[in-house]
């Protein structure tokens, strides 16, 4: 039967009829979908939403070492966090098969960076997979699992944004239940020195095996047509190559990127006059080939930077330049990302934007929208960079003051510790967690601060202010961010302290259905808001809170309101000098 899915539809289906047990992971896009598809659609997988990627490998690591197949799902940023169990247990090897998704982000469509992971697959000595398409996406996770449990290693299938979200059909398959392997201590698992010391020697041995496989392996396949044209490929850059050069040229599309199959690249070379490699941002392909005395052409012509597609190809390796389409060919006005129409964080940067002398050190997520933001770096950075901050102010003399702001799901992430920091080592920031009650900025999952957990059942309320009160935060204030005035008081409270202080502004995301806990504490009735066109003097105060429902007409030089946008909030009630703007009635 043939089913039209995502990548991350397909993978979570692969990971179904892989017949994995458990699998855990941390929201981000572009893998977000995965998770979410294996808990909504196979409830055989026990799956789980961990608090960051480090908590999720290594709950994944000790499903695999109880003897059950095991996956880990995250964004490419999340490797970097996940590193510190991922390089360990690359030596300890695994009892089931353990696998790693790692969803990479080229063109930085929502990150920070786009950094190209298959470099870890070779730093860290896992096993690596690249699908480029859907079906192999699928197919790909029952390979990843019995590659791991052979070769006794973690595997990392390595996702690109292009091949997460675009759709094709996909041949599906009955699950194979995979029996739980019996439980037995091993040394392996211990890795003290003398342990891994022994345990790097087995990894050298088991990539020579791994090598082997990768040179011999049906994932790792020859498309004969010409000897004119040969090119190295992988992931989607194979889909691209196909598009550009059809049958005017033959390929060696490699699944098995790591150890690449350096032998068959090697035979494949000789047979073509002209080697291209094709592949998205850093050479990594490429390097090696050339350091196995390969010639070919890679980087030289094939841009190193952002997502590729066949009119790059086409210009860069044929030197055909495609139409430029405008975005005035659409009617379209470009502008910046802001927040939603009544999203809860909008009042307390109203006030913050309101503050002198202030440096604000924000972080990822929603909040990342804030016009209150002078920098950010990686999750649970925005409260440790701010410490950081606010310690060389006050040692040089600056009298600025270092606001860290960052949200729930980031809290818990790595915020936790990024405030022990600030309170171990005492500086005066002002700390501000924005609680819109869910993890709002990847598609609203849950988090343990929600009460409830992925498959929708009632989880432990973890209640942030207790936890900065055992972190050691002594002043702790939490408002509604709805009531600017509120918002205003604590703002000037907070500063007022010479040591951390923390402000959790609390109210559930603007499109967030309420659950039962939101309704108990915020209720659920919402008058939306109007304005009243003859009190309304035009003077654009409303508009600069950045309310996307609020519309300035300049030819009558008044103000509107879209009621299909707006969620009466009040915050452009509250800000209007003129008390134009009013409840609709009924």
């Not at 981000?28 to 480090?54: D, F, Q, R």
């Not at 990843?144 to 979200?165: G, K, L, Q």
């Not at 390969?294 to 597609?309: A, D, F, H, Q, T």
Request: charged share 20%; net charge negative.
């Amino acid at each position: 039967m043939k089913e039209l899915m995502s990548g991350n539809e397909a993978i979570a289906r692969g990971i179904w009829e892989a017949g994995v047990q458990f699998a855990s992971g941390y929201p981000g896009t572009p893998s977000t979908e995965i998770l979410e598809n294996v808990s909504g659609k196979y409830p055989e997988v026990t799956s789980e939403w961990a608090p960051n990627e480090k908590t999720a490998v290594e709950a994944a690591i000790g499903a695999s070492v109880g003897g059950a197949r095991s996956i880990a799902t995250m964004k490419h940023v999340g490797v970097n966090v996940a590193a510190d169990p991922i390089f360990t247990v690359a030596y300890t090897g695994v009892t089931g098969g353990l696998a790693i998704v790692s969803a990479d982000d080229p063109s930085c469509h929502s990150s920070q960076n786009e950094q190209d992971n298959r470099y870890y697959a070779t730093a860290a000595n896992l096993a690596m997979l690249e699908p480029s398409n859907s079906q192999e996406a699928k197919d790909f996770v029952r390979q990843a699992m019995e590659i791991s449990e052979t070769y006794n290693v973690p595997v990392m299938i390595r996702m690109t944004t292009r091949v997460c979200h675009s759709k094709s059909l996909v041949e599906t398959d009955e699950r194979k239940e995979v029996p739980y392997v019996p439980y037995v201590k091993q040394r392996r698992y211990n890795p003290v020195p003398a342990v891994s010391y022994g345990l790097h020697a087995d990894v050298m041995e088991r990539f020579k095996k791994l090598e082997e496989l990768s040179n011999d392996c049906p994932l790792n396949t020859v498309e004969w047509n010409t000897g004119d044209v040969g090119i190295v490929t992988s992931g989607v850059s194979y889909q691209y190559a196909k598009e550009v050069f059809g049958d005017a040229a033959s390929y060696l599309k490699i699944g098995l990127t790591n150890p690449l199959p350096m032998a068959k690249i090697k035979d494949f070379s000789s047979k073509v006059k002209t080697l291209y490699v094709i592949e998205e941002l850093e050479p990594y392909m490429e390097n090696q080939m050339k350091a196995a005395g390969l010639s070919c052409i890679g980087k030289e012509k094939v841009p190193r930077l952002y997502e590729l597609n066949p009119d790059i190809l086409r210009s860069a390796l044929l030197g055909v330049e495609p139409k430029p389409i405008s975005h005035e060919d659409f009617g379209t006005v470009e502008r910046p990302p802001v927040l939603c129409a009544g999203c809860p964080h909008r009042g307390i940067y109203v006030e913050m934007l309101k503050l002198k002398n202030i440096v604000f050190s924000s972080d990822i997520g929603c909040y990342a929208l804030g016009r209150a933001k002078d920098f950010a770096f990686c999750m649970g950075s925005g409260f440790s960079a701010a410490h950081g901050m606010a310690k060389m102010f006050k040692k040089s003399g600056s009298d600025k003051r270092v606001v860290g702001i960052m949200g729930d799901s980031t809290f818990f992430h790595s915020g936790m510790t990024s405030m022990l920091e600030c309170v171990y080592n005492n500086s005066n920031v002002l700390l501000v967690v924005m609680d819109n009650r869910i993890t709002a900025m990847t598609g609203h999952q849950e988090n343990p601060g929600t009460g409830y957990n992925i498959m929708g059942e009632e989880a432990p309320l973890t209640d942030i202010a207790k936890v900065a009160e055992a972190l050691g935060v002594k002043h702790i204030k939490t408002i509604n961010p709805l009531h600017l005035g509120d918002c205003r008081k604590a703002l000037q409270w907070g500063l007022g302290f010479d040591e951390p202080a923390l402000i959790i502004t609390k109210y559930p995301c603007a499109l967030k259905k309420f659950s039962e806990i939101d309704k108990q504490e915020f209720g659920s009735s919402v008058k939306k808001n109007y304005v009243d066109t003859e009190t309304c003097i035009g003077c654009r105060t409303c508009v600069r809170t950045g309310c996307p429902a609020l519309v300035y007409d300049k030819a009558t030089k008044k103000v509107s309101i879209d009621l299909s946008q707006c969620t009466g909030c009040d915050i452009c009630m509250q800000v209007c000098p003129t008390h134009a703007i009013r409840k609709v009635e009924g």
